[in-house]
């Protein structure tokens, strides 16, 4: 009999999704959680996607011939290895003219996005997470203490990977407006109760 560190992990059990309010500062008090109901209402979809490296391909191919994703690639991120500058573009808040779709393969990473009231929400990304980020919403993406996330990039459109940082100007943006038409302030269900 195999014990628990042999076995491998049972994919078809999802990860705990675990999401908070977030602020910068070190003297934050008591994460305050956030559900997946409340990131929803903000556009966030976070779902399981369990693969297996023999059946990783059929599946990405199966999905983006669902939702229409017609470009892809893979990043491998760490300071060690950061020689393109991704991690401080990825920091920076941000947001894209199109959806963000990303599948984490290994390592894990955080994602803060900007609620209605402007406050970030942080969500802890690991390996089988699929995770579409709405466009026009503002947010910034970060390594753990891990230091290494291996995730695959799915697009709609060739382009890849376009962003526009946070600004005046950016903030009367087609796709931020768009998405702030889109999921009003009063259904943004992130507020205190």
């Not at 059946?55 to 020689?83: A, F, Q």
């Not at 599948?103 to 803060?112: K, Q, S, T």
């Amino acid at each position: 009999m195999l014990t628990p560190l042999e076995r491998k992990p049972d994919l078809s059990l999802p990860p705990r999704i675990v999401a908070w309010r977030h602020e910068d500062n070190a003297n934050a008090a008591k994460k305050q959680e956030v559900s997946v109901e409340q990131l929803r209402a903000l556009g966030v979809e976070l779902s399981h996607f369990p693969t297996t490296p023999d059946t990783l391909e059929e599946r990405l191919e199966l999905l983006s011939n669902h939702k229409g994703y017609v470009h892809r690639d893979m990043l491998i991120l760490s300071h060690d290895t950061d020689v393109d500058g991704w991690l401080p573009r990825i920091w920076a808040e941000h947001m894209h003219p199109d959806d963000e779709i990303r599948y984490v393969l290994e390592g894990d990473a955080y994602m803060d996005v900007r609620d209605r009231d402007d406050n970030w929400v942080r969500f802890h990304l690991v390996p089988g997470i699929l995770l579409v980020v709405p466009a026009g919403i503002y947010h910034r993406f970060k390594l753990t203490e891990g230091d290494y996330v291996k995730i695959v990039r799915l697009f709609k459109s060739k382009a890849g990977w376009i962003s526009t940082n946070r600004s005046a100007e950016s903030d009367q943006d087609q796709a931020h407006r768009t998405y702030l038409k889109m999921f009003p302030k009063n259904q943004s269900g992130c507020k205190d109760n």
